[in-house]
């Protein structure tokens, strides 16, 4: 249907005014002015829609009982939500939800559980299972990889920087200054200082261990450049000897 027309041009059809209880009647009653009836250009998709349909009745109360159109102010928008409302209607009428003719049907396969059972089936099959959380534990100074002292290498092992293992845990802080430290909003920012709110003589920022992107290359630990941290690995290593 849509691949046969543009969806630019349309056919002039007289149309009757809507009611004032119609999908959309506010934006459609201006096109009506005072009069009870009007010439309106209706898309070609649409006008032959409806009639192939073989009634305009028929498919507007289809779409009419539940359908997906909101106020738009975009013109393509009404047209989109044709177009869906239409795909639906016309998957239901080809389920086997749809009673034979003459037959009512019942409530367990009527329109309405239909389309709920569409908008389940849909969001049930858009679920996608949540990525396993890939970040890892930091590793002690203890998780050490035994093999033999040569084969430790103190080298530039992550992309990204880490805290350094060893300077955590003899809790010695970085010399190098946060970068928040600038001033006017570092004196604002009150969430990453050590002291209360209400006292604000004093505050002092939390202290972090130096980051590093160093680490031994067998065990994996992060170790900084810095002072002992790589030595104190290595001798770590020799007590084992
Ligand atoms: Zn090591
Ligand atoms: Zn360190």
Known sequence: MSTVHDSQSSVEKHRKRPATTATGYTQT????????RA??????????YNHCMSAVDHADQYRSNYNTIRVHRKTWKPLFHFLLDTAVDNTFLLSTYKPPPGNRGSR????????RDLRDALFESSVR???????QRRKSTKDIVWRPVEEHQHKRVWRKQVFCSACIEAKRPTTTPHRAARKPLANLFANSTMKKREDSDGWKRRTRPPRTSWGCTVCRIPFCTRGTCWGEHLARLNTKD
């Open 129 to 135: 299972p949540r990525e396993p959380n890939k970040t």
């Open 108 to 115: 367990e396969q009527s329109h309405k559980q239909y389309r």
């Open 29 to 36: 009653i201006r096109m009506f002015g005072d009069g009870p």
């Open 39 to 48: 010439w309106l250009p209706i898309p070609d998709l649409i006008d032959e």
